[in-house]
């Protein structure tokens, strides 16, 4: 089972930028990745995800802004994150889809300010 470790999370102004990873234990080449994010008080959301064969898609709300990314010799995913709004506010976690079960990172703080 491989294990995930996110960072990059932090406190920026609305309007500012913020790169998460996600360092995998082993190998992800075969594996379709993503990102959720959980509000206070709100249901976990998917954010982004990407294909082991790059597809990607995109929640609504951040269209045009983030940009979800792997590097499988580095065994990492990325989400770059610009034009940050208060709402993008929550715990970002990775995870990964392993013959119909998901695994799950322990999740980064992403706080945005107005």
């Known amino acids: 089972q491989v294990q995930l470790v996110e960072s990059g999370g932090g406190l920026v102004q609305a309007g500012g930028s913020l790169r998460l990873s996600c360092a995998a234990s082993?190998?992800?080449?075969?594996?379709?990745m993503g990102w959720y994010r959980q509000a206070p008080g709100k249901q976990r959301e998917l954010v982004a995800r990407?294909?082991?064969?790059?597809?990607?898609n995109y929640a609504d709300s951040v269209k045009g802004r983030f940009t979800i990314s792997r590097d499988n010799a580095k065994n990492t995913v990325f989400l770059q994150m610009n034009s940050l709004k208060p709402e993008d506010t929550g715990v970002y976690y990775c995870?990964?889809?392993?013959?119909?079960?998901?695994?799950w990172g322990q999740g980064t703080q992403v706080t945005v300010s107005s």
């Open positions: 995870y990964y889809v392993d013959e119909g079960t998901s695994y």
């Open positions: 082993g190998s992800i080449s075969s594996l379709n």
């Open positions: 990407i294909t082991s064969g790059r597809r990607t």
